[in-house]
Nanobody, 118 residues
Framework: QVQLVESGGGLVQPGGSLRLSCAAS????????MGWYRQAPGKQRELVAA???????NYADSVKGRFTISRDNAKKTMYLQMNSLKPEDTAVYYC????????????WGQGTQVTVSS
């Protein structure tokens, strides 16, 4: 069955960095466009970064220039390097297929909490 396991979150000061990982299993990871999503308290889940099977990337305006998405198809793992973090980046971060081109899997991982605070 499909499994998506996010890790790497934590508490960081404004301006700091974190690297998130998403370990995928149970599907042909190499074939699909993938994305990182986040959900802040009281807000809807939003797609913040996406990467195609071939490695082309796309970012929400709010994170452009600060976040970098990448993937290692051999390891079935996706990453999100987050730099220059801001308090408004505080959210639970999830990975799944890129909803702009294909339906995300119905089963989401547990997510990883990112808190940006001094």
């Amino acid at each position: 069955q499909v499994q998506l396991v996010e890790s790497g979150g934590g508490l960081v000061q404004p301006g700091g960095s974190l690297r998130l990982s998403c370990a995928a299993s149970g599907f042909a990871f190499v074939l699909f466009p993938m994305g990182w999503y986040r959900q802040a308290p009281g807000k809807q889940r939003e797609l913040v970064a996406a990467i195609t099977a071939g490695g082309s990337t796309n970012y929400a305006d709010s994170v452009k220039g600060r976040f970098t998405i990448s993937r290692d198809n051999a390891k079935k793992t996706m990453y999100l390097q987050m730099n220059s973090l801001k308090p408004e980046d505080t959210a639970v971060y999830y990975c799944n297929r890129d909803s702009r081109t294909i339906a995300p899997y119905s089963t989401w991982g547990q997510g990883t909490q990112v808190t940006v605070s001094s």
